[in-house]
């Protein structure tokens, strides 16, 4: 087994990452890393419902879909990522507990009553540190969990509070748990680096034929093409979202405002405006308008930009829609 300390904090690259050993490394791998503030939603969500959008773009959190299905997690340095692959037979691919048990054991070792809990946590007291998603293709299994050791608890909360009223869709929802920093459960203080030390050690003392590994030049060449050309694109992130309904109601000085949007691969299909606000110009010119265009703040500002808005929506303006639609 390959034993990967992998260095950059670039979520984008470290998901695109993951998917390069997973696919084009033939030896089994294990990596440890971390990402910068992140929100890594799962294969199968609508990004925008999972997300708290004015959280995210005030303390600049970047978000990326990743291969995986299951809920979204916020990242940042003071969460440990760990990922596993292996090639096996179909019987044996997905197996939780497997792979989770390296971490109870270093954990327990440092005398913590971690365990493993429900479908995919690891839990201290019944309060989660880490979450684990699974893809598997063919004969090959990516396991990823996350480590909570200082993460600032407070961020975890914010990226991820959001208004369910707000959409209504068939896209796999996050489930809210208790949560707690591994670091307040340590008996001896230590950092995260000198606990990332300990896992790693362990793995490699406990996995037969297993040794250190540096990504080569073409490794890394590699998984930047896949960081470009897939995960900090618009199109994999939020344009691979499931099909949705959105609805949303604000008031400000024009009155009353209510958008209803019909989204489908990221592109809005129809929008209907409610409200008891005034106007001079018909509003179905930016209903149609709106038509075709991605669910995203950059493109319906261009939009925006070439009408008059306070015609439309009097004593509105183009953020007191903007406001209403996300």
């Not at 990967?4 to 993951?18: E, G, K, L, Q």
């Not at 990402?35 to 990326?64: F, M, P």
């Not at 004969?139 to 050791?149: A, D, E, I, Q, S």
Request: with cysteine; glycine share 6%; charged share 25%.
């Amino acid at each position: 087994m390959l034993c990967i300390h992998h260095r950059s904090t670039d979520p984008y690259f470290n998901i695109a990452t993951d998917e390069y050993i997973f696919k084009h490394l033939n030896e089994d791998c294990f990596m440890l890393w971390q990402n910068d503030n992140a929100i890594i939603v799962g294969k199968h969500q609508n990004t925008l419902s999972e997300i708290n959008i004015d959280y995210v773009k005030e303390k600049n959190i970047k978000v990326v879909r990743r291969l995986s299905g299951g809920g979204a997690v916020y990242h940042d340095l003071g969460n440990l990522n760990f990922s596993f692959t292996k090639t096996g037979t179909t019987t044996e691919m997905v197996d939780f507990k497997k792979y989770t048990m390296p971490i109870l054991e270093v954990l327990q070792n440092l005398g913590i009553n971690a365990a493993f809990s429900g479908r995919n946590d690891l839990t201290i007291d019944g309060k989660k540190f880490s979450g684990n998603a699974e893809h598997v293709f063919k004969n090959k299994v990516l396991h990823h969990g996350t480590l909570l050791f200082t993460s600032e608890m407070k961020n975890v909360t914010g990226a991820l509070k959001i208004n369910p009223l707000k959409y209504s869709d068939k896209a796999v929802k996050s489930i809210p748990s208790r949560v707690t920093n591994i670091s307040e459960h340590l008996k001896h203080p230590l950092t995260i680096e000198e606990f990332t030390q300990k896992i790693m050690d362990h793995v490699i003392a406990s996995q037969p034929d297993s040794k250190l590994y540096e990504f080569t030049k073409a490794d890394l060449n590699a998984i930047q093409q896949i960081r470009d050309e897939k995960y900090a694109t618009w199109d994999w992130n939020y344009g691979k979202s499931p099909n949705y309904n959105f609805q949303k109601g604000v008031r400000n000085d024009g009155g009353t405002l209510e958008m209803n949007l019909d989204v489908a691969n990221g592109m809005i299909q129809h929008v209907k405006i409610y409200g008891d606000f005034f106007n001079e110009k018909d509003i179905s010119e930016i209903e149609q308008a709106l038509e075709n265009i991605r669910h995203e703040e950059a493109a319906i500002r261009q939009v925006f930009s070439a009408f008059e808005i306070g015609k439309y929506f009097h004593n509105m303006t183009a953020d007191n829609l903007i406001d209403a639609m996300f």
